[in-house]
């Protein structure tokens, strides 16, 4: 019995944002798609606006599976993941157990086509795509936890854009000047009601 996408479908059950208080729940699942989307999003830009060269396929699919481990491992908060380098260091080896063990569930003749994407290239440049989209994705969640009147989030939204724009990345800055204020609309708005 293969088990892999049953290990995927997991991620569904774990929650992100554990030492916040969030007006909504946001889960690993939904997290990882909207990374895969901000992903496409950020590459389509580089390549059509910039005409710059990335791999988009690679990175999407960086995006997609960049949370799985956290099936086994739960969504280890950032303050606790980068409180020294040795927690870091040790918490990077525990993921790569969990990404093996899951991985180790997909049939044989699967894996060289799914495994690569399991393990990012954490040096290539498409994986500084997905690091931007996943730190974009936050973003938006501190931009929609405050649309909501949630002032937990006031810090991290600051923390988050400093980061962003400290990326000095084209297609980050595109997306925040042509998308990002669209984000702090409602739907009315958004219809132009």
Not at 44 to 61: L, M, P, Q, W, Y
Not at 86 to 92: A, L, N, P, V
Not at 100 to 114: C, D, T, V, W
Request: charged content about 30%; overall charge negative; aromatic content about 12%.
């Amino acid at each position: 019995m293969d088990k892999f996408y049953a290990y995927m479908d997991r991620m569904k059950f774990i929650k992100r944002w554990q030492l916040m208080r969030s007006v909504r729940d946001e889960n690993i699942m939904e997290h990882s798609h909207s990374v895969a989307v901000l992903t496409h999003a950020l590459c389509a830009i580089e390549r059509s606006v910039f005409k710059g060269s990335v791999d988009t396929e690679t990175a999407v699919f960086y995006a997609l599976y960049h949370e799985i481990s956290e099936v086994m491992t739960g969504d280890l908060p950032t303050p606790v993941k980068y409180f020294n380098l040795q927690i870091h260091g040790e918490y990077e080896k525990l993921e790569q157990l969990a990404v093996e063990k899951i991985a180790s569930n997909l049939p044989e003749e699967m894996r060289g086509e799914i495994f690569p994407f399991l393990q990012a290239d954490k040096s290539s440049f498409e994986y500084k795509f997905v690091k931007a989209a996943d730190k974009l994705s936050a973003y938006i969640k501190c931009l929609e936890e405050l649309r909501s009147g949630n002032n937990e989030f006031v810090q991290a939204e600051k923390t988050i854009k400093k980061a962003l724009c400290e990326l000095n990345m084209r297609s980050v800055d595109y997306f925040f000047e042509h998308f990002v204020p669209a984000f702090s609309l409602t739907l009315d708005d958004l219809e132009g009601l």
